[in-house]
């Protein structure tokens, strides 16, 4: 048995915890200061406030102030922060760990620097503390948490630099429904499953433009979903490679792509936008919520486009991702540019 | 303007032609001797009688014994058969035409031979022929036919040896809604979109062990689709590139195998049998009807096996692929091998 403090009581970090309290290990839920309900609601009724699922009953539950009780004695810590929550978790949570204890974290994301380098947030937090010598991995793969806390069959990745650390961190976690493949490429996997966000809200507008055809809530077509789809593959595969991911990792991306599409807010956004509201009217609907595809997509288009203006990369290599920057942020109309995603391929 | 002649007025070979005609060809439709009733049916009403679609006016309709009539003056043939009509297409079609006329086939598929080998039909017509040399080309990549009746958006790849041929090709076909690539890599493109059929039936499971917990009809699971869709693309990439293929040609089949796991029937026996069903049982709820995807499916894994059984691959690399076909060709029940799909790399 071992003990596992997970700081953010989120959807994700409560979810990942599940298969590792049913495996025996002791697990410990610390909350942001932003999950304080979720903490109260958890230790008096047993169940997650936003996820609506109980959780195991072996959960402790630690506010925020109390998380060096929680770190007592853990052998892994999980960091389940969203991606708005990253600076907050380097400043105090990764500066005030002991250095021996390894971390896994769940946040999917990518930062662009100003060279419009692309980083992945282990990258990013040994890069925010160059003193400490951290050692961190990271989850990637298709995973919604609800699913995972249904006992849903999952297959995720765990990344990290040292493959012997990342066997014994599955060992905590894997069961019959809950699988994990490793990799030491974390660029890549990393890299892959934070485009995906970008990516997913671009398939989707495809569902909206089916739905000025047959109505909402009408027969659904999938020629031009797939056709996004495949052209999300494409440009995922193209930055992954150039920014030193591995080819092996793409599989991980393109399956979280395949469950972003069908699930959540990004899917919602795209619908919307390919209904033909306005970015504004779009996010109105969604009452503003703060969505990760959208940062993921102005990082890597932003990055994408100082890259093609110094010559690392070439625009004709990225017609979908660039649209879609578009259409968030200079206020573009849906207008998919398909005759760009015609290429020539000879052996 | 040019002269289409298809050969077949199934779905997909009566949809082609619809951007063709809209572009201006002519185009003369050709019915298989099981085709009797749609031409007869298309010259009455101008509709086509299984995909329900008004077919172009422009349209000209010729019973088989009409095929040379057909014929002449022909610029291209488009090969419309099932992946069950290929013999006779090779009888009856290819030996007869001029060499000079250019092919494009939408027939997708695989065959086997006695030593284990994959071919793709564009080869397998050029082997029946030997003393012929035909200027053979295909279509693959993500469309369904009534879509593309109904001017959706689509994006498809045509294949062939010779570039400035294709291109010639795509002239007569593209419009605003049908977008096509081009790739000289046959075997690549050909082995990848016929793969998909094997591996949606593979990925449909999973909507059916998802109605095991909801109820059919009830929510959709996404991680286990999401699981199955990961570890499809992970075999496909590895057969393809086994065979010759190259990496370029991928999106295409994946795009494809998108496409196919939200469509019509091997979604259905998929579906089925996760639910609990037996093959036979399943294909009894289908009428006995005969599914390419069993074909495929059945083909690829014989070739699998024997090229395992002669160490050219590794079983370990085909899970999905093996469990497929226990399921269809050894009665076995449905019971995913998640534990196999596990993998673990190193950069």
Not at 52 to 70: C, D, H, I, N, V
Not at 77 to 100: A, C, Q, R, T, Y
Not at 224 to 236: C, H, N, R, T, V
Request: proline share 3%.
């Amino acid at each position: 048995m071992s003990i596992i403090a997970i700081v953010g009581a989120g959807m994700m970090g409560s979810a990942i915890g599940i298969p590792a309290a049913e495996n025996g290990n002791e697990v410990r839920m610390v909350g942001t200061p932003l999950d304080r309900e979720i903490i109260d609601h958890a230790r008096k009724t047993g169940n997650h406030l936003t996820m609506k699922r109980t959780l195991p009953a072996s959960y402790r539950y630690y506010q925020f102030e109390q998380m060096q009780e929680a770190l007592d004695g853990a052998d892994l810590l999980v960091g389940g922060v969203s991606s708005f929550g990253v600076d907050w978790f380097v400043e105090n949570v990764l500066k005030e760990i002991p250095e021996s204890l390894p971390v896994l974290s769940v946040t999917k994301g990518l930062m662009d620097d100003e060279k419009g380098d692309l980083i992945c947030y282990p990258q990013l937090f040994q890069s925010r503390l160059p003193q400490r010598k951290l050692k961190l991995n990271a989850v990637g793969g298709p995973c919604t948490s609800y699913e995972l806390a249904d006992h849903d069959w999952t297959q995720v990745c765990f990344c990290g630099e040292d493959m012997s650390l990342l066997r014994w961190i599955r060992g905590l976690f894997e069961t019959d429904y809950y699988h994990v493949s490793l990799s030491t490429d974390v660029i890549g996997v990393e890299c892959a499953v934070a485009l995906k966000n970008a990516y997913a809200l671009a398939v989707s507008l495809a569902i909206g433009l089916s739905e000025r055809k047959e109505g909402i809530g009408g027969i659904q077509h999938y020629n031009s979903q797939a056709a996004l789809f495949l052209q999300s593959y494409k440009e995922m595969r193209k930055l992954l490679t150039h920014i030193g991911g591995n080819e092996e990792s793409l599989p991980f991306g393109v399956g979280d792509l395949y469950v972003t599409v069908f699930g959540g807010r990004t899917r919602k956004i795209g619908t919307l936008l390919g209904r033909g509201l306005t970015f504004e009217q779009a996010m109105k609907e969604l009452k503003g919520v703060t969505l990760e595809s959208i940062v993921i997509t102005t990082r890597a288009s932003r990055a994408v486009r100082k890259q093609i203006a110094d010559g690392r990369l070439k625009q004709e290599d990225f017609p979908l991702l660039t649209h879609i920057d578009q259409i968030l942020n200079e206020g573009h109309a849906v207008d998919i540019p398909w005759n760009q995603f015609e290429t020539e391929f000879e052996v």
